[in-house]
């Protein structure tokens, strides 16, 4: 079972950034480079959604609605995906959750992000 924490998620004001990272700790290191990744959120009434994924290649993609602003990346040495979330929105607020996949699929269990005017 693949144990994923997630921290750095809180409450800022619009305009505002935050650092989301997704740590794996009883991850092998070299088992860590064989996972894609991704970050997704779920706002109140609202389907998840995807937000950014890396794949083990470190190919990039991002949701329409965020692309420019976040950043994700992943750090294999510490076991860490990350996303740099700028120019915070209203509309971005939401738990985010961290996703590695394999032939399965495996979730932490969110940080919840909070942005406000």
């Known amino acids: 079972q693949v144990q994923l924490v997630e921290s750095g998620g809180g409450s800022v004001q619009a305009g505002g950034s935050l650092r989301l990272s997704c740590r794996a700790p009883?991850?092998?290191?070299?088992?860590?480079?064989?996972?894609?990744m991704g970050w997704y959120r779920q706002a109140p009434g609202k389907q998840r959604e995807m937000v950014a994924t890396?794949?083990?290649?470190?190919?990039?993609d991002y949701a329409e609605s965020v692309n420019g602003r976040f950043t994700i990346s992943r750090d294999g040495s510490r076991k860490t995906m990350y996303l740099q979330m700028n120019s915070l929105k209203l509309e971005d607020t939401g738990v985010y959750y961290c996703?590695?996949?394999?032939?399965?699929?495996?979730w932490g269990l969110g940080t919840q992000v909070t942005v406000s005017s």
């Open positions: 996703n590695f996949r394999d032939q399965e699929d495996y």
């Open positions: 009883r991850m092998i290191t070299s088992v860590f480079s064989g996972y894609d």
């Open positions: 890396i794949s083990r290649r470190g190919n990039k």
